[in-house]
């Protein structure tokens, strides 16, 4: 599984660098200093692409049984569709905030709501009904009280 | 002598009082919460200090460091868990001590020798900081260069997983600041045309989605893993006088081992109690105890991250160089306060300069106490559940993200970059050399080029400086010391086969 995620960064890493390459040779020439804008991004996406060439062909050359020794599983199974999931929402909620669907207030409090329910969910299948109240309980306190917090008390901006 | 105890006197009143008992509890709460860090605790808490004096900004921030290393003791002596890496050693002896009934006797030991490291290392933050300040403002250019260089390369080798991935790590953090504003010409780069890009990628946000949007991700994913709690009840144990003189020696060497760890750059609290469990397994009459609940090795541990906090602050005020990584955080807090954490910080900011002085000693003070006192009280607090606090602390990173800019596509940003942060962690590719290079960047990219501009474009004064050369020497015995084992490795192989 080590394997497949380092396999997947490099190719990663090799086409974004291959891009800001690209991208340096659009670049004006040196004016005021000996190397100008162009050296620092184009030195370091070539450091990069080779540092990441070395470690795609280290990975791609490792065993089946090193790869099997370094994925030893866990005593619990890790929850891939609660991560996204929990993505999804926090998605849902940026775009409410970008295209002013609600206040933030009422916005954060049915956020955080339905998040502290689904981890809830995600952890034991039967939640009760004390963790709903909870969750509403948590909700309404962080959503209401962090507006009332930053706006007024910190005079910090919210979105 | 005069600056630093006016600053003291100046944290003695009520307001900056506070903050430093405030500051430090709140770190010892957080930092004994396993999967919540004080560097965490640090950035959720930069925006609210927005409005505040920088000095009480710092004062506030500095008392959470220290609070918080220390508080990663709780968990990894009733837990079995370390409430923050720098305890991950802690764990090792703390744990089987507090399982043979003696948790408070561990507790008492670890708070000791947090406060003993503490000092003695705030005592070298005295001596030395400001004589380094003095000295350093005749640093060169590409002195400065391969300092930031050796940086990358150091906290590359020690970072877990390997030195290639770490190089990785430090190099792509270098290159994700580049877009925006040329620091040395001022014209702008790897804008892709997009307008929000004019001002490149902030700080805070990618400090944030790296390590705590990244941290939470991984957290809900492993939400099902449980722990137990060994314990509910401590009756406390106070290190005694008695303690203090068997341990002498060893909280003395563990101390100036945490204190010089914690001086390189970018390395932090976790090598600091390694070497010094280390060391003190090897100079130890009962080695065989390690492991199993030695006093010895909870000691060493203990004092020695405690040792790196003020070690690692050396060079923060004195260069502008993070000595850790929470050191990043509270560079990214001083220029959100529009203070240059360079080598004139002691000149130009001396109330900054001292008060971080001053707080560095009362907080370790407060931190004693506190421990004493309430380490059952925050005990409790351990075990809330991760899914009531997960989501505060995204709507927290949310707040925070957006507040220095008041623009939506910095929370964008915070995103992406947790869903990197997410990634690395899955990849077993460090963090710390990201953060570092994001921040080292600016600083390696303008002495780089305004030490050429000065030398005609001529790279051979970075060999020719005896300090840069130092630095290059160094970086490049860390590149090549993986290299060395590998040899002697095949060398072995090689005289084993002949063997047969």
Redesign the interface.
């Known amino acids: 599984m080590?394997r497949k995620?380092?396999v997947w960064?490099s190719v990663v890493?090799v086409v974004l660098?291959g891009i800001?390459f690209l991208?340096?040779l659009k670049?004006?020439p040196a004016?005021?200093?000996?190397?100008?804008?162009?050296?620092?991004?184009r030195a370091?996406?070539v450091?990069?692409v080779g540092?990441?060439l070395?470690?795609l062909t280290?990975r791609l050359r490792a065993s089946a049984h090193q790869s099997i020794l370094q994925s030893a599983p866990?005593?619990?199974?890790?929850?891939?569709w609660?991560?996204l999931l929990?993505?999804l929402l926090?998605?849902i909620y940026?775009v409410g905030?970008?295209f002013e669907a609600f206040h933030f207030g009422p916005m954060?409090a049915l956020?955080?709501t339905a998040?502290?329910l689904l981890?809830?969910w995600?952890?034991e299948p039967r939640v009760p009904l004390k963790a709903v109240t909870?969750a509403i309980g948590?909700g309404i306190f962080?959503?209401f009280g962090?507006e009332f917090i930053?706006k007024e008390i910190?005079?910090?901006?919210?979105? | 002598m005069e600056h630093l105890l006016t600053a003291i006197g100046a944290l003695l009143t009520p307001w900056p009082f506070f903050l430093v008992v405030l500051g430090t509890f709140l770190g010892i709460t957080v930092g004994a919460m396993p999967g919540l860090t004080t560097g965490m605790l640090i950035l959720l808490t930069i925006p609210l200090t927005f409005t505040m004096d920088p000095v009480h900004a710092l004062i506030l921030l500095i008392s959470m460091y220290i609070g918080g290393i220390s508080g990663g003791q709780i968990s990894a002596v009733l837990l079995g868990m370390p409430g923050t890496p720098a305890a991950v050693l802690t764990t090792f002896d703390g744990f089987p001590l507090a399982r043979q009934g003696q948790p408070g006797r561990a507790l008492g030991l670890g708070i000791g020798a947090s406060f003993i490291g503490g000092m003695i290392s705030w005592l070298f933050l005295v001596m030395l900081a400001k004589p380094i300040a003095d000295v350093s403002v005749y640093l060169g250019p590409f002195d400065y260069f391969s300092l930031v260089l050796m940086a990358m390369v150091l906290i590359a080798a020690v970072s877990r997983g390997s030195l290639i991935k770490g190089l990785i790590s430090g190099f792509f953090g270098m290159m994700v600041v580049l877009p925006g504003i040329d620091p040395a010409a001022g014209g702008l780069r790897l804008t892709f045309g997009f307008h929000a890009m004019d001002g490149g990628f902030k700080l805070m946000p990618i400090l944030m989605g790296v390590f705590v949007i990244g941290q939470v991700l991984s957290d809900i994913v492993e939400i099902r893993g449980k722990y137990e709690p060994i314990v509910t009840r401590i009756k406390g144990s106070i290190m005694s006088l008695r303690d203090i003189k068997v341990q002498g020696v060893n909280l003395v060497r563990s101390s100036f081992i945490g204190t010089w760890i914690g001086i390189l750059p970018g390395i932090g609290g976790n090598i600091g109690s390694i070497v010094a469990y280390t060391v003190a397994k090897n100079f130890s009459r009962t080695p065989e105890k390690f492991g199993h609940g030695s006093e010895e090795g909870l000691v060493a541990s203990e004092t020695a991250n405690n040792a790196t906090i003020c070690g690692a602050l050396i060079p923060l005020i004195s260069l502008g160089i993070p000595g850790s990584i929470v050191d990043v955080f509270l560079i990214s807090g001083m220029m959100v306060h529009n203070v240059d954490p360079g080598p004139l910080l002691s000149t130009s900011h001396p109330d900054i300069f001292y008060g971080i002085i001053a707080a560095a000693l009362l907080a370790n003070i407060v931190m004693f106490l506190i421990m004493t006192g309430a380490v059952g009280f925050v005990s409790r607090l351990m075990i809330v559940k991760k899914e009531y606090i997960l989501p505060v602390i995204v709507v927290l990173s949310v707040i925070g993200a957006y507040a220095e800019g008041n623009r939506l596509f910095d929370v964008w940003v915070l995103m992406g970059f947790g869903a990197i942060g997410f990634v690395m962690h899955r990849a077993s590719i460090p963090k710390a050399p990201f953060i570092i290079g994001a921040v080292l960047a600016p600083i390696a990219e303008v002495k780089l080029r305004s030490g050429l501009q000065i030398s005609g474009g001529d790279f051979v004064p970075l060999i020719t400086s005896p300090f840069s050369a130092v630095c290059l020497l160094i970086s490049l015995g860390f590149l090549m010391w993986p290299l060395v084992g590998i040899a002697t490795k095949l060398r072995k192989n090689a005289e084993h086969l002949d063997g047969r």
Not at chain 1, 154 to 159: A, E, G, Q, R, S
């Open positions: 080590l995620w380092d960064v890493l660098c800001v991208e340096t670049m004006p004016i005021y200093d000996p190397i100008g804008p162009a050296f620092f991004p370091l996406s450091v990069i540092l990441s070395a470690l280290q866990a005593d619990y199974e890790p929850s891939r609660l991560g929990s993505t926090t998605l940026l905030l970008q954060t956020y955080v998040f502290v981890l809830s995600g952890r909870i948590v962080v959503g962090s930053f910190f005079y910090v901006d919210l979105p």
